[in-house]
């Protein structure tokens, strides 16, 4: 029973997802999530200061880095990022950071999420996770959804730019949630990240800014 559900399953697709899971998981477990604050950030400001001035290259890459994995595990903590983006380097250097880090880790859950679910729909996906423990009868319950989801497919190749767009600006949508959404529905990967690029620049040079001052408040106070 087991092997022919594994034989079945195209896992090679589907393991990245789960090594994602798995590291959320974790990285939860220890409550590494909570060291992405913005108390920690000020706290170590002027140790971050020196350090960018001794490596300044090395810094930005470094927060690049960061932000890529914190938008690839799907982990709360973006928000403060990018307003330690503006605080450490300032609004347009620290405002792109955080767009290249964020584009590079919503495409890589884009490809993955893409590789693996992409051409398969909730039912199909059901029979080929049913193997796992009480997902294939959650995935059988939203199988009614198929049928929105083809007509939001049809959509989307009609004018994915737009709706990528719209998704982007409106904050009231996930950001995660957006990235699987786009992979489901077929987005090119070109669309893909040129919507999110120039769709996070309001918000993203709004939040650096509002870090760089942040930061200048804080040295006048010290």
């Keep these: 029973m ?16 789960l090594v994602i899971a798995a ?16 108390e920690n950030i000020i706290n ?4 971050f200061h020196l350090l960018l001035a001794a490596h300044p290259v090395l810094s930005v890459l470094a927060y690049i880095l960061i932000y890529v994995t914190v938008v690839a595990l799907s982990l709360p903590g973006a928000l403060v990022l990018t307003l330690s983006g503006g605080l450490l380097f300032g609004t347009l ?13 919503a495409t890589l859950v884009f490809l993955i999420a893409k590789a693996a679910i992409a051409d398969s729909n ?11 423990p ?23 190749k009609t004018n994915a730019m737009s709706y990528l767009l719209f998704l982007r600006f409106v ?10 959404m786009a992979a489901i529905l077929g987005v090119p990967l070109k669309t893909y990240v040129v919507g999110t690029f120039f769709g996070m620049i309001p918000a993203t040079m709004a939040f650096a800014s509002l870090g ?6 804080v040295a006048a106070a010290k």
Excluded: E
């Excluded at 996906?125 to 796992?132: E, N, Q």
């Excluded at 939203?142 to 989307?156: I, R, Y």
């Excluded at 904050?171 to 699987?180: G, I, K, R, S, T």
């Design 2 to 17: 087991i092997r022919s559900s594994w034989s079945r399953m195209p896992v090679v697709r589907f393991a990245p997802l």
């Design 23 to 38: 590291a959320m998981l974790l990285v939860f477990a220890m409550g590494w999530h909570r060291v992405i604050t913005l």
């Design 44 to 47: 170590s400001r002027d140790r």
């Design 93 to 105: 250097v620290g405002g792109i950071a955080a767009l290249v880090g964020a584009t590079l880790g």
């Design 122 to 132: 909730l039912s199909d996906l059901a029979g080929k996770l049913d193997w796992l």
């Design 134 to 156: 009480g997902v294939g009868g959650h995935l059988q319950k939203l199988g009614k959804l198929d049928a929105l989801l083809k007509q939001m497919k049809t959509g989307f």
């Design 171 to 180: 904050p009231a949508f996930p950001f995660w949630a957006v990235n699987l």
């Design 212 to 217: 760089a001052g942040l930061d200048s408040v």
